[in-house]
């Protein structure tokens, strides 16, 4: 693993990429500030906001969020999400989602928060499927 990739968990797993394929933004034209790329292991419920995840993003860490380990995800963590992603791209930080279940995936496509469908790379966020 490179100097400038870490891994990271709550009780983790190592994967360490950038999720969006290129490293070089966010997928909003704009470039991400963010110089390190850390992937967290989602363990158990995400039932509410993930503090050490809310840390990383804030020092400007892009992040690559696994749910292999997660099967179920309260309105509350949903919410979570949502605002996370959209603090994301206010300092120009990537966050993606990798390994995530189809009943997961669904819920995000009914619930129609494209920011989730894009974090999942959606074909419809126009790049490649990561879940």
């Not at 470039?31 to 790329?37: D, G, Q």
Request: hydrophobic fraction near 40%; charged fraction near 20%.
């Amino acid at each position: 693993m490179s100097p400038d990739k870490k891994s990271d968990s709550n009780n983790g797993s190592d994967h360490a990429g950038n999720g969006n394929g290129n490293g070089n933004g966010n997928g909003n034209g704009k470039p991400a500030l963010a110089f390190e790329t850390r992937s967290i292991a989602l363990k158990g419920p995400l039932d509410k906001g993930l503090e050490h995840v809310d840390k990383a993003l804030g020092k400007g860490i892009n992040v690559v969020l696994d749910f292999s380990d997660c099967h179920f995800i309260s309105v509350d963590g949903l919410e979570w999400l949502e605002e996370l992603l959209l603090r994301a791209d206010s300092v120009g930080a990537v966050v993606n989602f990798v390994k995530i279940h189809p009943v997961q995936y669904k819920v995000f496509k009914v619930a129609h928060i494209q920011s989730l469908l894009k974090a999942c790379g959606s074909p419809a966020a126009g790049i490649a499927p990561m879940c």
